[in-house]
């Protein structure tokens, strides 16, 4: 993030120091042998140096505030009609002066002339050269051109963007069949949001009046499409449609059900559900703006044409807040985050998912779309009711000192299913943790009374400080709805304490630390994060109550009731305990490596 461009204020968890001291059981370490060694890996030495070690409750709350009031309002440099993609394809080679390259015409959304009548204006240019007409939609097509016609190309006043037909993202989040039991309210149960709406009156109907309008709280949801047809986006909440993909549509759809999904999360009523499936903000009004053909055809060109329509149409609509839960990793996109400044400078916040990657990520998967500087990204964190509070493995996270904003919960998240009226569906994913964030900014605008200022509550987690896995940490829902109504009264407790642990470790060696679980009733969740971006290897492993992991100067591995041991920079391991007391907890390391540990339940220091 900027420092230019927004007003931060974090206030760190200052840890205590980590006490290291050898265990008493062996002066030179102890053994692993293979009958007590349960997984195929290999360490630099026979013998095991144990390390007993010390944690730290975190009862800290951090601050970050985004000021669009307090934005830079520069003169934003005019970005290249040419593309990122089309540029490195002109580049990675040197094109003969007749040489063709297939190129995607994106024409702006507000041009004076048709495609059709462009390309028939531009028939010097276009004539035997059109390979698609349709292109990615109504305003685009493509055709094979000479380095000499894409010039010619660049000055035409009705040009918005000029790509390669492989320009395309896709959208975050995939369907969950496995959570059946915990719903929408599960989510905003356990960040406080919905306590905080009860508080503090709070819904996103800013006028108060029973009909949306441009005066309640409005979200720009781009992606594949919003479903009016659901009982719980219904009623006049969809307030304004644009469809890049098929521009004869003049009523809201969704025929690939990712965009309803992400709607109804920040938004929906719950109508279908009462009580139950209520999304962030049930009193705010929607804006949705079509840009995927395809859940795996999102074409950055409508992306960037549907940013200047939602920055053009802000009076129109109200738009205070975009959500986009679709992207891809990469270098940052210099075009889209020229579009995020001018909508800020529009008083108008915008909100990215900070990516998947299935089967788990790594370091430099971040969304092309989150590494912004005046963009608000959001990574994915499993809520108790589904194991948490730890990172969701798949929740993609940056490189250096780059990464998500902050995290919410994105995990088993239901919500409404598209062209069924009144059912739903389970999605997991950062497309779903981010419009939770786009809902709560919402309900700020309410309790502030329009106050660009949208002050977050947040809880560190991860590595101290910001970090590129977590960002600055863990929404606080209720923690920060209160403090944009300016109140001194009311507060939330979800009954999950939170005990951490930061510090380096050698290879060859095995840290212990010791956690008391106090119920049996909350799941017990361990996440370690290596911060190192080298592949550094850590394994996680538990032992229960009265199990001791050094017997006869052996680690004993294979006597540990649950264990990870991946291959990816985090190890997570969450269970309901069957028994209350001192779990061990041991991080065996097979490369030096600096890492953080988080636990979370109903738990305390012993």
Not at 115 to 134: A, P, Q, V
Not at 170 to 179: K, R
Not at 351 to 372: P, Q, R
Request: aromatic fraction near 8%; proline fraction near 3%.
């Amino acid at each position: 993030m900027n420092s230019k461009k927004f007003v931060k204020r974090i206030s760190l968890c200052i840890l205590s120091c980590l006490l290291v001291l050898p265990a008493t059981v062996s002066a030179n370490g102890v053994q692993i042998t293979p009958d007590h060694f349960p997984f195929i890996k290999s360490l630099p030495t026979p013998e095991v140096q144990v390390n007993l070690m010390d944690s730290e409750s975190d009862l800290t709350e951090t601050s970050l505030s985004i000021n669009l009031n307090r934005m830079e309002y520069n003169t934003l440099a005019v970005p290249s009609k040419i593309l990122d993609k089309l540029k490195e394809r002109l580049q990675s080679k040197a094109l003969y002066a007749q040489e063709k390259i297939e190129v995607s015409i994106m024409l702006k959304y507000d041009a004076v002339v048709t495609k059709e009548e462009f390309i028939e204006r531009e028939w010097e240019i276009f004539n035997g050269n059109i390979t698609d007409l349709n292109g990615f939609g109504g305003y685009s097509f493509f055709a094979a051109l000479t380095t000499d016609e894409i010039e010619q190309l660049v000055h035409l006043e009705e040009i918005a963007s000029l790509s390669t037909p492989d320009d395309v993202v896709s959208v975050y989040g995939e369907p969950d069949e496995h959570q059946s039991e915990v719903y929408l309210n599960g989510a905003t149960e356990m960040t406080g949001i919905k306590k905080g709406r009860s508080d503090y009156g709070v819904t996103g109907n800013r006028d108060g009046k029973a009909s949306y309008s441009k005066n309640d709280s409005v979200i720009a949801v781009i992606d594949t499409g919003i479903d009016g047809g659901h009982i719980d986006l219904s009623g006049g909440k969809i307030l304004g449609w644009k469809d890049f993909v098929n521009t004869s549509s003049t009523t809201a759809y969704d025929d690939l059900g990712h965009g309803t999904h992400v709607a109804s999360i920040a938004a929906g009523t719950g109508a279908g559900d009462p009580g139950v499936e209520t999304g962030v903000a049930p009193g705010a009004a929607l804006v949705g703006i079509k840009v995927c053909s395809s859940n795996t055809n999102c074409s950055t060109q409508n992306i960037l044409n549907a940013m200047d329509w939602v920055i053009a149409n802000k009076d129109t609509y109200g738009i205070d807040i975009i959500n986009m839960s679709i992207g891809s990793s990469g270098s940052a996109n210099a075009s889209f985050c020229n579009k995020v400044s001018s909508a800020a400078n529009n008083g108008i916040l915008t909100v990215v998912a900070a990516g998947n990657t299935s089967g788990g990520s790594d370091y430099g998967s971040l969304n092309l779309f989150a590494k912004c500087s005046d963009v608000l990204s959001v990574a994915n964190v499993a809520d108790p009711y589904e194991g948490g509070w730890y990172l969701n493995p798949s929740s993609n996270r940056g490189t250096g000192s780059v990464g998500p904003t902050l995290a919410a919960p994105g995990t088993s998240i239901r919500a409404a299913k598209a062209n069924s009226t009144s059912e739903y569906i389970t999605y997991s994913g950062t497309s779903m943790a981010s419009p939770m964030i786009a809902g709560l900014a919402a309900l700020m605008l309410q309790a502030s009374n329009g106050s660009l200022n949208y002050d977050f509550k947040i809880e560190d987690y991860g590595m101290s400080g910001y970090d590129k896995v977590y960002g600055n940490g863990l929404i606080l829902g209720h923690q920060t709805i209160k403090a944009a109504s300016g109140s001194s009264t009311g507060s939330f407790d979800n009954y999950r304490n939170h005990i951490r642990a930061q510090t380096n470790i050698a290879a060859s060696n095995i840290n212990l630390y010791n956690i008391k679980v106090n119920s049996t009733d909350a799941y017990f969740a361990n996440t370690l994060i290596i911060n190192n971006e080298n592949g550094a290897d850590l394994d996680l492993f538990i032992w229960k109550p009265g199990v001791e992991p050094i017997q006869n100067g052996q680690l004993r591995l294979d006597l540990a009731i649950q264990s990870s041991a991946g291959d990816l920079p985090q190890e997570t391991i969450s269970f309901k305990p069957t028994a209350t007391g001192n779990y061990t907890i041991g991080v065996l390391a097979y490369d030096s490596a600096t890492y953080a540990l988080d636990w979370a339940g109903q738990i305390s220091i012993p």
